[in-house]
């Protein structure tokens, strides 16, 4: 029931929106400001040494300074019942609404992704694709022993 809540407020960011209230120093009016959310995905939660967790993956265009902490602050507290489901709405448009920051403890950028550059130059005969295939075989073969 919690978890189909979280995923159901989570939904919320998808698409193109005015995120100047989950960052500091952005207005409203600012261009740059506006940022697209492509999916928000909720693992099933898991048990580590007694406490509940979750794995959240955000894939976006680009993100802007603790962008992703306040929106997990914002599920949070709507979960919680300390904000109202339109919240996040409210938070999209001109007036400024205080989102605390989730604690980083936990926060993992686990990976980028490239994929409007690697579509746009990746196969132009100039520029290679940015991609972490190849680092991340290098990484296994370090693990393995593969260099020695």
Avoid: C
């Avoid at 406490?51 to 902490?69: A, D, N, P, Y």
């Avoid at 949070?76 to 999209?92: E, K, M």
């Amino acid at each position: 029931e919690i978890l189909k809540l979280i995923k159901d407020v989570s939904n919320e960011y998808l698409g193109s929106h005015n995120f100047h209230n989950f960052t500091s120093g952005k207005k409203f009016t600012d261009p740059s400001a506006r940022r697209h959310i492509f999916s928000v995905d909720i693992a099933d939660p898991f048990l580590t040494e007694n406490v509940e967790f979750t794995i959240i993956t955000i894939k976006g265009q680009s993100f802007m300074l603790h962008q992703i902490r306040k929106m997990i602050s914002l599920i949070i507290a709507i979960v919680r019942g300390i904000a109202s489901r339109d919240t996040i709405q409210q938070a999209y448009n001109a007036d400024k609404i205080d989102i605390p920051k989730a604690p980083p403890l936990g926060l993992v950028l686990e990976k980028l992704h490239y994929d409007r550059y690697d579509k746009k130059f990746g196969k132009d005969g100039q520029h290679e694709a940015l991609t972490w295939e190849q680092a991340e075989l290098d990484d296994d073969d370090d693990e393995n022993g593969a260099d020695e």
